[in-house]
């Protein structure tokens, strides 16, 4: 019994045979391979994406707790802005003392970006009210400052003597200026 296979069919069966050992050789040498190492990337993307989510949620509880911040020391943040007017703090707060001495600290003058200025103050009051009334003016100003301790009160007569000193601490303006 002989096969007759017509040539067209004989063709087609060898190019049949070809393009399947083409898939197979294919598959184990190009996509199987790839196909391990993109199972590992994927593992790997998927932890990044975990990490990235976490890091996300840090920084909007970041940004949430720095807002409010902000808005809650917003009057300190400016404070922190301001440079000190030692003639417009005399002129403040004058009423409050009979002596009031505003100088830049020679070796203190300068911590960190700030100048610091040490005032020393001496006042005759009628009663410490008129000191707590100074402390809480100071606290509404535009500046930090900072007051010392011991504050000393003396009677004198019917007048209260008090002296103390406080630093005020100013943000120093930058000097290097490009035009």
Do not use: C
Request: hydrophobic share 35%.
């Amino acid at each position: 019994m002989k096969m007759e296979i017509s040539r067209q069919n004989l063709y087609l069966l060898i190019l049949s045979f070809l393009l399947l050992l083409f898939v197979l050789i294919f598959s184990f040498f190009v996509l199987i391979p790839h196909g391990k190492q993109y199972r590992k990337e994927r593992v790997q993307i998927k932890k990044e994406e975990k990490e990235l989510k976490e890091e996300q949620k840090y920084n909007d509880k970041t940004k949430t707790t720095l807002k409010s911040l902000r808005s809650e020391n917003k009057n300190i943040i400016s404070a922190f802005a301001n440079s000190f007017d030692p003639k417009r703090f005399k002129k403040l707060h004058d009423g409050y003392f009979s002596e009031l001495e505003i100088l830049k600290e020679p070796k203190e003058g300068e911590q960190d970006g700030f100048s610091v200025y040490s005032v020393k103050a001496t006042s005759k009051i009628n009663s410490p009210k008129t000191f707590y009334n100074f402390l809480d003016a100071i606290n509404k100003t535009e500046w930090i400052i900072s007051v010392n301790f011991p504050i000393r009160f003396k009677k004198e007569d019917d007048l209260i003597s008090s002296s103390f000193t406080m630093k005020v601490y100013s943000n120093m303006v930058d000097t290097n200026l490009t035009k």
